[in-house]
């Protein structure tokens, strides 16, 4: 059994897929100053580990199959204000960036990054400070000088965090009942987002709101 010394970072990770925690898992364990304390797949195992584990930072990725990530982040910071959570996430949107340090993260990174600056975020934020790859960072500088793209993402900020998860798998290419399927759902209520993403951005059809949608999440892997 490895021995665990009294300052070792503890850290939970929250991903709803297995293989991907077991090789977090394998690779956070070899660190010398570090230690995977739990893992958890979904919101509510997530708030259980919170309390039994006592993390000293939480690695959640926000694309959750049975939980909305980003509420998730807020539940968390309201339980536990102190643990800095870090974002492991492989969708790159400037959106989701700036909506998880709003809700009360304090990284973001992408799964495409390396493990070295992983361990960098971990231990960086484990010291106070906010975290935040050198791609997004990048995104939210071209962002700034883009005034046309500004407009775009102040329109697509209206829509609340659960629009916005439906939003960016229409334009992932996701019919309605896979939609449905995915975020456990009715497809009559993920017609009823549509309905309110459309009202909202002001798209009069179906087809106007796929292409916008699929404009949108072209926009963001090109950054």
């Avoid at 996430?89 to 990284?107: D, K, L, M, Q, T």
């Avoid at 975020?183 to 292409?211: D, F, M, P, W």
Wanted: charge should be positive.
């Amino acid at each position: 059994m490895r021995q665990v010394a009294s300052d070792t970072i503890r850290v939970l990770i929250i991903d709803d897929h297995p293989i991907l925690r077991r090789g977090l898992t394998l690779i956070i364990n070899q660190e010398k100053d570090m230690e995977v304390c739990g893992e958890a797949e979904d919101g509510p195992s997530a708030m259980r580990a919170i309390k039994d584990e006592a993390p000293d930072i939480v690695l959640l990725d926000i694309a959750l199959r049975k939980t909305n990530g980003l509420d998730l982040i807020g539940r968390i910071h309201k339980r536990r204000p102190k643990i800095p959570i870090l974002i492991f996430s492989r969708h790159p949107e400037n959106v989701y960036a700036e909506r998880v340090i709003r809700a009360g993260a304090r990284g973001y990174i992408m799964q495409q990054q390396s493990t070295e600056l992983l361990m960098e975020a971990i231990r960086k934020m484990i010291l106070g400070e906010i975290f935040i790859s050198e791609d997004i960072a990048g995104s939210i500088l071209k962002r700034q000088f883009n005034r046309a793209q500004q407009r775009k993402y102040n329109q697509i900020e209206i829509l609340s965090n659960r629009e916005l998860e439906v939003f960016r798998m229409i334009g992932e290419g996701f019919q309605p009942r896979q939609v449905a399927e995915h975020l456990h759902l009715s497809v009559k209520t993920i017609e009823t987002y549509r309905a309110n993403i459309k009202r909202k951005l002001n798209l009069e059809t179906a087809g106007a709101l796929t292409q916008f949608a699929v404009r949108w999440v072209q926009s963001e892997t090109e950054m």
